[in-house]
């Protein structure tokens, strides 16, 4: 007889790394089928997953491609959940916006007047 390979629920393991903050969120994505195990699409929440897959799902509009290391036995605090997998796609930063949509001075009295003025001369036309 082979010996079975030890592995987790990938539900249970998405949850457990900290991928979703509840474990039916995970199962929803699952269940979805738009989660891919080694390049297959899965649907099952119960499907196993063991050190060495590579998980690829969407994540907050970006595309997760994850190596699992180890399969872990709780869901701990977020450095020991980073310590179960690789993250073979790092998502890309959110640029910083140093431009700031407001203006740098109050407006004076002439820009005010010129602003008033610029206003209606749209609503004449």
């Known amino acids: 007889m082979s010996e079975a390979k030890p592995g987790l629920r990938v539900d249970k ?4 790394a900290r991928f979703f903050k509840t474990r039916s969120l995970a199962a929803k994505l699952v269940q979805s089928g738009k989660l891919r195990l080694n390049g297959d699409l899965i649907s099952k929440p119960a499907r196993n997953v063991s050190s060495g897959d590579v998980l690829t799902f969407p994540k907050d509009l ?27 796609a790092p998502p890309t930063p959110k640029p910083a916006y140093s431009v ?7 407006p004076t009295a002439r820009d005010r007047r010129a ?3 610029f206003k209606q001369d749209l609503e004449h036309n």
Not at 66 to 81: D, H, N, Q, S
């Open 13 to 16: 393991w998405l949850w457990q």
């Open 62 to 88: 970006e595309t997760r491609v994850i190596e699992v290391f180890k399969l872990g036995t709780r869901r701990g605090p977020a450095p020991e959940a980073q310590l179960l997998y690789r993250d073979l």
């Open 100 to 106: 700031s949509p407001k203006a740098d001075h109050k």
């Open 115 to 117: 602003l008033q003025k």
